[in-house]
């Protein structure tokens, strides 16, 4: 063994520019944040605010202000806040129809007199 050298490998340089994968804007992932989160707990709080901010973004990219790759992520965003906002209505309609029932039910001695009668 006359050769006790240790054989180095030798760094590999890209041979050119590598390509970027497409960005979305911001405001493209705003938009699908809010809207996640109209689903997730918040509904009309960020639901309306995911549509709005989602046809200006929308706007955006069709007038080539904000780039293509967005335009998906946008569109989920707008529609999660949307079904999230439709969500929130239609518990604040249910719990209106709940609390209304219940008063007349109250106000009528219905419950009274399904409590008095012998089973």
């Known amino acids: 063994m006359e050769?006790?050298?240790?054989?180095?490998?030798?760094p590999v340089v890209p041979s050119g520019p590598v390509a970027q994968p497409p960005q979305s804007s911001s405001r493209a992932t705003a938009t699908l944040i809010l809207g996640i989160l109209a689903i997730a707990c918040a509904g009309l709080f960020t639901g309306v605010p995911a549509m709005i901010l989602g046809a200006m973004e929308l706007k955006a990219i069709k007038a080539g202000e904000?780039?293509?790759?967005?335009?998906?992520?946008?569109?989920?965003?707008?529609?999660?806040g949307a079904v999230g906002t439709l969500l929130s209505l239609l518990a604040i309609l249910a719990f209106i129809a709940i609390v209304a029932l219940g008063v007349s039910l109250g106000s009528s001695g219905a419950v009274q007199q399904m409590m008095s009668q012998p089973i």
């Open 66 to 80: 904000s780039p293509k790759a967005g335009e998906g992520i946008t569109k989920v965003g707008i529609i999660l």
């Open 3 to 10: 050769n006790n050298e240790i054989p180095v490998a030798k």
